[in-house]
Nanobody, 117 residues
Framework: QVQLVESGGGLVQPGGSLRLSCAASGSIANINAMAWYRQAPGKQRELVAL???????NYADSVKGRFTISRDNAKSTVHLQMNSLKPEDTAVYYC???????????WGQGTQVTVSE
């Protein structure tokens, strides 16, 4: 089992920035990819960004050029730098880690990001 603890959510004005962090513990040796998902009210959970064990990144089209995912393998953490935030980025953001086969090993509890005047 992998435990994930997220931090860094909050309220920000449009155009602002936030940095989310997620720390993994437990069976971290099985972790390959690390990712961020989000779920807005009334919508399905969607992949925002993913980074593989080799550092390859993948982003949702809606966040390309604005969000950056990074990881610190020594600290078993993953970060999501969010710039130029828009009201449509408002959602609960979840950290997720996967093994080498792409299966989810754990989910964070979620952190609220609200973009509003």
């Amino acid at each position: 089992q992998v435990q994930l603890v997220e931090s860094g959510g909050g309220l920000v004005q449009p155009g602002g920035s936030l940095r989310l962090s997620c720390a993994a513990s437990g069976s971290i040796a099985n972790i390959n990819a690390m990712a961020w998902y989000r779920q807005a009210p009334g919508k399905q959970r969607e992949l925002v960004a993913l980074i593989t064990g080799g550092g390859i990144t993948n982003y949702a089209d809606s966040v390309k050029g604005r969000f950056t995912i990074s990881r610190d393998n020594a600290k078993s953490t993953v970060h999501l730098q969010m710039n130029s935030l828009k009201p449509e980025d408002t959602a609960v953001y979840y950290c997720n880690v996967k093994n080498g086969m792409g299966y989810a090993l754990g989910w964070g509890q979620g952190t609220q990001v609200t973009v509003s005047e």
